[in-house]
């Protein structure tokens, strides 16, 4: 109903994720994932070097190296600050019997190539077999506009020295957009200007097409995902009968579509059980 008739959904068979925040512990809507979702998936992986949230729900955890531990080096970025963070790799011994993320995806994918009978599956992971991961490393470098001209090892050889790296943005501090800002640049819009309004009939029929406060969808005493705003002309949000379904219905199936709006008054007056 919702994604058009040009679309065709795929149920997702298997979800391997490797040191990623606790996706599953810290998700949006975490009951629904937990008990709706996740018991249609054949398979869970997690890939931590601590017990998350994520691994509760997981099949299969794969021990991974913690920061002190890496034998193969690592990095990583961030939109917060201009720095680019290499991780080293270190003298230390491993504590437990752990492997870096990217050596456990090879001995999968190795295991798996005898199973499947396709050398590919080997041949992907040439430079960690050779123990050059500094080669994937390098090429993400090259390819990136704010670090071509660096050098992996000499970034690395810093790193272990207490040396930070600068990424090649315009400002320092970081500043998101200058070049927008400084009209240097379109913004990624269809106008390439600053929008505050969708004309597009999918944003007016979800009542965002201005910008507007919804309520959570989970976690919160009051009704979920309501549109809070006072009456304009401007919202003309299709709603949920006009869908076919009942405006109280909240299910799971449900809430995340209901374009219901309501003044914040009316909705403090509505209180209805979190999940």
Same mark, same amino acid.
């Given at each position: 109903?919702?994604?058009?008739?040009?679309?065709?959904?795929?149920?997702?068979?298997?979800?391997?994720?490797?040191?990623?925040?606790?996706?599953?512990?810290?998700?949006?809507?975490?009951?629904?994932?937990?008990?709706?979702?996740?018991?249609?998936?054949?398979?869970?992986?997690?890939?931590?070097?601590?017990?998350?949230?994520?691994?509760?729900?997981?099949?299969?955890?794969?021990?991974?190296?913690?920061?002190?531990?890496?034998?193969?080096?690592?990095?990583?970025?961030?939109?917060?600050?201009?720095?680019?963070?290499?991780?080293?790799? *270190? +003298?230390? !011994?491993?504590?437990?019997?752990?492997?870096?993320?990217? @050596?456990? /995806?090879?001995?999968?994918?190795? #295991?798996?190539?005898?199973?499947?009978?396709?050398?590919?599956?080997?041949?992907?992971?040439?430079?960690?077999?050779?123990?050059?991961?500094?080669?994937?490393?390098?090429?993400?470098?090259?390819?990136?506009?704010?670090?071509?001209?660096?050098?992996?090892?000499?970034?690395?050889?810093k790193a272990k020295q207490g040396i930070p790296?600068?990424?090649?943005?315009?400002?320092?501090?970081?500043?998101?957009?200058?070049?927008q800002a400084k009209s240097e640049k379109a913004?990624?819009?269809?106008?390439?200007?600053?929008?505050?309004?969708?004309?597009?009939?999918?944003?007016?029929?979800?009542?965002?097409?201005?910008?507007?406060?919804?309520?959570?969808?989970?976690? *919160? +005493?009051? !009704?979920?995902?309501?549109?809070?705003?006072?009456?304009? @002309?401007? /919202?003309?949000?299709?709603?949920? #009968?006009?869908?076919?379904?009942?405006?109280?219905?909240?299910?799971?199936?449900?809430?995340?579509?209901?374009?219901?709006?309501?003044?914040?008054?009316?909705?403090?007056?509505?209180?209805?059980?979190?999940?």
């Open positions: 109903m919702f994604t058009g008739a040009g679309h065709m959904p795929v149920p997702t068979k298997a979800m391997w994720l490797n040191n990623s925040n606790s996706v599953i512990g810290n998700i949006k809507w975490h009951y629904d994932v937990v008990n709706n979702t996740l018991p249609k998936l054949e398979f869970i992986a997690y890939s931590d070097w601590w017990w998350t949230g994520s691994c509760e729900y997981s099949d299969i955890v794969f021990a991974c190296d913690s920061w002190a531990e890496f034998k193969q080096p690592d990095m990583c970025g961030s939109c917060s600050n201009p720095f680019v963070q290499i991780f080293p790799t *270190t +003298p230390m !011994e491993r504590v437990f019997d752990t492997k870096a993320d990217i @050596e456990i /995806l090879a001995g999968v994918s190795k #295991a798996l190539a005898k199973v499947c009978d396709d050398k590919r599956m080997i041949d992907m992971w040439k430079f960690v077999e050779d123990g050059n991961t500094h080669e994937y490393l390098q090429r993400i470098i090259d390819a990136s506009a704010t670090l071509k001209g660096y050098k992996i090892e000499d970034l690395e050889a790296a600068l990424m090649h943005n315009r400002t320092y501090p970081r500043v998101s957009s200058y070049e913004w990624h819009t269809k106008s390439g200007r600053l929008e505050f309004y969708r004309p597009e009939i999918e944003f007016i029929e979800s009542g965002e097409n201005m910008v507007i406060y919804r309520e959570p969808v989970d976690s *919160t +005493p009051y !009704e979920p995902n309501v549109i809070v705003s006072k009456k304009h @002309e401007a /919202l003309r949000a299709k709603q949920p #009968a006009e869908y076919g379904f009942d405006k109280n219905d909240v299910s799971s199936e449900t809430r995340q579509v209901r374009n219901v709006v309501m003044t914040g008054d009316e909705m403090m007056k509505r209180s209805i059980p979190c999940d």
